[in-house]
């Protein structure tokens, strides 16, 4: 018996030793935990995922609220402020006394006749205070409720552009939040769509097999081996031009994941060919379970996951796609304002040279798609069982 005991009081001591860095490995919730609560344990550890999942609920967030964060309507010009650069918030005025909320100064237009350039400078005889919460143009919020409070702006007669104006006038500042609606939605439903046709088509493939799998192999290869963008181009290109910006949009949605899927579809294959013997799908097949059931409710579930996973990291591929066919003129159209169509008044050498502001909407493409990237990678980790 005695030396029973002493195994027994040996094993307890391993259970209860603790990697530096991982202490709550061998906790006792760590054994009690579901497999979503160790797959956020693992996933808050990285710094790099956790920072992109804050600033992608900053971007979606302004993107639902886009008035409360605009400090102009979005489709306004204003032709005396054409091409206006950013302005400059002050907090020392030009006698050197500190203000307190900050001022922004009223820009005054001229013309070099020399190069007919328009050329800005502030007015240091008139300022604006910054103020939060100010009153504004009305509008609707989320469609409900009448305001026209506003986050950050200036109060009547003044205007504030935070980001300068393009060369009607307009607010790009304004232009790229209402922008984000589009860009980061469209990455969203097209995703979604591509997951559908994926998981379908991949669970089919790997559940029956032969000749069945075959066929959708060859589909897929063939699929693969057209370029993307100039099979992007011709699917755009396609859709009538008399559409409607709604209609546009969900066409460019379908075209982005008709292409989007074959990746996703050959992952689903790998697993439920991995997973298709497993005890649990024999009992359900003994138990006369549909195979469409089968597939659905209990090989796709089995590695959800990896298709969260799959998910996070398509949609930055989505907002390029849509960005790239924007740009070129062939995805969404004007009156309807997504990142790509902001970044065609930047096609031209004159933008680069006088005007580089009109380039801010870039900025928030790489940061969105850095971001997603982050959160795939964090997420991928998180559910990789061996690490």
């Known amino acids: 018996m005695s030396m029973f005991a002493a ?10 030793v603790q990697v530096p860095g991982q202490e709550d490995v061998y906790d006792e919730s760590y054994y009690l935990a579901s497999q979503w609560q160790l797959v956020w344990r693992k996933f808050r550890k990285h710094k790099l ?12 967030l302004m993107a639902i609220f886009a008035d409360f964060f ?20 002050h907090f020392f005025d030009e006698g050197g006394r500190f203000h307190f909320p900050p001022f922004v100064y009223v820009q005054k237009q001229t ?3 020399k190069t007919l350039r328009r050329e800005y400078t502030e007015d240091t005889q008139v300022r604006y205070p910054l103020r939060l919460l100010v009153h504004g143009y009305p509008y609707k919020l989320l469609g409900l409720f009448e305001t026209d409070i506003h986050l950050v702006g200036v109060e009547a007669p003044g205007v504030y552009f935070p980001f300068g104006t393009d060369e009607f006038g307009r607010d790009i500042y304004a232009r790229t939040i209402f922008a984000s609606r589009i860009s980061l939605s469209i990455g969203f439903v097209g995703v979604i769509v591509g997951f559908v046709i994926g998981s379908l088509v991949g669970g089919v493939s790997g559940y029956f097999g032969g000749t069945v799998d075959l066929l959708i192999q060859r589909l897929i290869e063939f699929i693969i081996s057209i370029p993307t963008i100039p099979l992007w181009i011709a699917l755009a290109a396609a859709l009538p031009p008399y559409w409607t910006s709604v209609q546009v949009y969900f066409g460019i949605t379908v075209v982005l994941a008709t292409v989007g899927w074959t990746g996703l579809a050959r992952t689903v294959r790998g697993k439920i060919l991995e997973t298709r013997e497993a005890d649990f799908i024999m ?19 089995s590695f959800a996951s990896y298709l969260i996973v799959s998910l996070t990291l398509g949609i930055p591929g989505m907002i390029l796609g849509e960005t790239a066919l924007s740009f070129l003129g062939i995805g969404i159209r004007p009156p309807a304002v997504s990142w790509g169509v902001l970044l065609q008044d930047a096609q031209n050498i004159r933008s680069v040279a006088q005007s580089p502001w009109l380039f801010i909407p870039a900025v928030f493409v790489v940061v969105a798609v850095l971001c997603f990237n982050f959160v795939g990678d964090g997420l991928r980790d998180a559910a990789d069982p061996y690490k």
């Open 7 to 16: 195994e027994e009081q040996e094993m307890s001591q391993v259970r209860t």
């Open 49 to 60: 995922a956790l920072l992109g999942m804050v600033v992608l609920a900053i971007f979606y």
């Open 70 to 89: 605009a400090t102009n309507p979005y489709q306004q010009r204003y032709p005396e402020f054409a091409l206006s650069p950013p302005q400059k918030i």
């Open 111 to 113: 013309l070099d006749m």
């Open 283 to 301: 009992a359900a097949r003994i138990s006369n379970v549909p195979d469409f059931h089968i597939i659905v409710k209990h090989l796709l579930p």
